[in-house]
């Protein structure tokens, strides 16, 4: 299993033009999210998908959409980039573990390096 | 926001037992106490989590007080490779969302 990849690694941009940033799994997990980290900063959450088919916003989704492809792919697009999204982004997906304890554990990305001039 | 309260950096001795303290005072009945870590530059990594009872796994342990209003990871014998941001988190365990606080940087000491 490849778990979580993303792609670009890094990426760099001039103001004002767009781009998309891939995540896929491999592991059949329901639930994918999409954060970004400034630096010194804690993860922020910007849209999820519980499922195939829905997406919602999280804490910081202005300027960005998101599209979830099918099971495996969440894809984060970026329509007019701004130096304020200069940034790491980490994709993630999660299984709900059924049991006594059903908790959740979130499986991450390597991460995005994106840099807008 | 955040549900939780971390102190933004601690320093522990290599070898040494680190003990990592989270409050989070309005905690509900179903919510559980997630920890997870951050090595430089790479994504987060689940560590443990628990609901009321005091939880062990090969990383850590996991100490809940009664009231369930804090909580202390604890690193048994800390290394080098421990280095890390360190995140304490709660959530509902149907809810689909993971809210990061600042998390607290914990340094190694040689």
């Known amino acids: 299993n490849a778990g979580v990849t993303q792609t670009p690694k890094f990426q760099v941009l001039k103001t004002g033009q767009s781009m998309t940033l891939q995540c896929a799994q491999d592991?059949?997990?329901?639930?994918m999210y999409w954060y970004r980290q400034d630096p010194g900063m804690g993860l922020r959450l910007i849209y999820y998908?519980?499922?195939?088919?829905?997406?919602d916003k999280g804490e910081v989704p202005n300027g960005y959409n998101v599209s979830r492809l099918n099971k495996r792919e969440f894809s984060l697009r970026l329509e007019s980039a701004a130096p304020s999204q200069t940034s790491v982004y980490f994709c993630a997906s999660d299984i709900k573990r059924v049991g006594t304890m059903g908790y959740n554990e979130q499986f991450f990305g390597p991460g995005t390096r994106l840099t807008v001039l | 926001d955040a549900k939780t309260t971390q102190p933004p950096s601690m320093d522990c001795a290599e070898g040494r037992a680190a003990n990592l303290p989270c409050n989070h005072s309005t905690i509900s009945g179903n919510e559980y106490v997630y920890w997870y870590r951050q090595i430089h530059s790479q994504g987060p990594q689940y560590i443990i989590h628990g609901l009321k009872n005091n939880e062990t796994n090969e990383m850590a342990s996991l100490i809940i007080t009664e009231d369930r209003k804090s909580s202390t990871l604890i690193l048994p014998h800390a290394t080098l490779r421990d280095t890390a941001v360190y995140y304490c988190?709660?959530?509902?365990?149907?809810?689909?969302?993971?809210?990061f606080g600042k998390g607290t940087r914990l340094h190694i000491l040689p």
């Open positions: 998908s519980a499922s195939e088919g829905t997406t």
């Open positions: 988190i709660v959530r509902v365990a149907s809810d689909d969302k993971i809210i």
């Open positions: 592991m059949n997990h329901n639930s």
